[in-house]
């Protein structure tokens, strides 16, 4: 059975590449009727809060990612690591090293200063001739690399690899204070969670050698392994806090939708034709490793704005009303206040890229607007003044509907010799504050007639 896992290391949020990797381990093992893991590898303490932990969880909850297994949490598993480096020393397949961190920079330096990699020279290897044990130095535990031969695999989505054995050292697998280190702990985790795929980011691609160098030594099968090239931002360079939102709950409080969200980090890096929009389902059957392209795929803000809209035209006035409705409230303005808000969302809504974009629109419909009479000067000419009275004053009897106040702005126009623009730019900004919005009747119609008729009145004298 296939098993896959995702393996954040908290660091304070769900980041949109963690979320990406989570998603294809995910989905691989959806595909294919198997697991999926969550791990939370949490060894560094001062990063992994319970804050940062739950912030994990938040992320994966709001994209919709359930995991069959887990959480784990690398914490509570150290007395495992520290059993299994027990039984590699028991094996030979570890050995204590004593050197000093002293000796260990000395003999740094002196590789750098003739030009060669920084590497542990395996004076403490078992069959070594080895130097007298001093007294008084805590040992660490080295994994006993083999020293020929090469690591080979074939990742599924950057093909063959290969690292010489001669390119790696000794491993430091258990610190001197016992504690197992980073490479270590995600080997025997692999190893007892069963973990058939190992889907992550590119970035562990120089791990993955010695990862499989010590399930080798552990008698463990070694799983597959998928490395997901990392995620560009728009300008094309690495992508960053610098590039706005790069955490999974902050593209909810910017107003996206998960399942936009989704669909987009299904496509960066992967694709199924040409498709563009599918659902969860579609994703699911089509989704493979060997179709992940292994170069950087990059984001493309324009497209997650298109995709978003897409999604909350699909899901309808009705169900989006809630939602607009919780996002008026949290700033504080009844949605109650205004018109019917599935009517003022079905208007807008194709206009409007995020939830927050559409509540923004819509806030003159919930709240009082301050006229700016500058953009007023802008757009109201003294011949369109009488005519906007008469029409002010047609608006306190005309039938309450987007047909009959169009009608009736129609034919004012006609007669004052006006043209459209002269009209219905200076009542959408006497209206709501803005030159650009919906069809003017059809905003009149909404904003009901006691506002319209107030804010005329307060705009116009
Ligand atoms: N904890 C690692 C990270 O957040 C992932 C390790 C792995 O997937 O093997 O980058």
């Not at 980073?182 to 992550?200: A, E, K, L, P, S």
């Not at 560009?232 to 939102?245: Q, W």
């Not at 899901?315 to 409705?325: E, Q």
Request: hydrophobic share 45%.
């Amino acid at each position: 059975m296939i098993r896959t896992r995702f393996a954040p290391s908290p660091t304070g949020f769900l980041h949109i590449g963690g979320a990406r990797t989570a998603l294809f381990a995910w989905a691989y093992a959806r595909r294919h009727g198997g697991r999926f893991i969550l791990r939370i590898e949490d060894t560094d303490i001062e990063r992994s809060t319970p804050e940062a932990v739950q912030a994990i969880f938040d992320g994966m909850t709001w994209l919709g990612l359930e995991h069959d297994e887990g959480p784990f949490f690398q914490m509570q598993r150290m007395e495992r690591y520290k059993a299994v480096i027990k039984e590699m020393l028991a094996a030979g397949t570890a050995y204590p090293c004593y050197m000093s961190p002293a000796e260990l920079e000395a003999l740094r330096e002196g590789q750098r200063a003739r030009g060669e990699k920084p590497r542990y020279d395996g004076r403490w290897r078992p069959e070594a001739d080895k130097p007298e044990c001093p007294p008084d130095i805590k040992p660490v535990i080295r994994f006993k690399n083999p020293q020929d031969g090469v690591v080979v695999w074939n990742d599924l989505v950057k093909g063959k690899i290969e690292i010489a054995n001669s390119e790696l050292d000794d491993l430091v697998i258990a610190r001197a204070d016992g504690t197992p280190t980073y490479n270590f702990c995600v080997v025997v985790d692999d190893w007892d969670m069963g973990i058939t795929h190992v889907i992550r980011g590119d970035d562990h691609v120089n791990n993955t050698p010695r990862q499989i160098n010590i399930l080798r030594a552990l008698g463990a099968a070694v799983p597959e392994y998928a490395h997901l090239s990392m995620i560009l931002g728009d300008d094309g360079t690495k992508l960053s806090k610098r590039h706005g939102a790069v955490s999974v709950m902050q593209f909810d409080a910017d107003g996206f939708l998960p399942e936009a969200v989704i669909n987009y980090l299904a496509r960066l890096g992967w694709s199924h034709g040409d498709d563009e929009i599918f659902t969860l389902e579609q994703f699911i059957a089509w989704f493979d490793l060997t179709s992940v392209i292994p170069s950087a795929a990059q984001f493309n803000t324009e497209k997650l704005l298109w995709l978003n809209q897409h999604y909350m035209k699909k899901m309808g006035a009705s169900a989006l009303a809630p939602k607009i409705a919780e996002r008026l409230r949290f700033q504080n303005i009844n949605p109650e206040s205004g018109p019917d808000l599935e009517a003022a969302i079905s208007l807008y809504v194709e206009r409007c890229h995020t939830l927050n974009a559409l509540r923004d629109a819509l806030l003159p419909f919930y709240s009082e607007v301050t006229p700016d009479a500058a953009l007023l000067a802008q757009y109201l000419s003294d011949a369109a003044r009488p005519a906007l009275s008469e029409f002010a004053a047609a608006l306190e009897t005309v039938e309450w509907s987007a047909a009959a106040i169009g009608a009736t702005l129609k034919d004012i126009l006609k007669r004052h010799g006006l043209k459209m623009p002269q009209l219905a730019m200076p009542l959408r900004v006497i209206l709501l504050g803005a030159a650009e919005t919906p069809s003017v009747d059809a905003v009149i119609a909404l904003l009901g007639r006691e506002r319209v008729l107030t804010r005329l009145a307060s705009m116009t004298g």
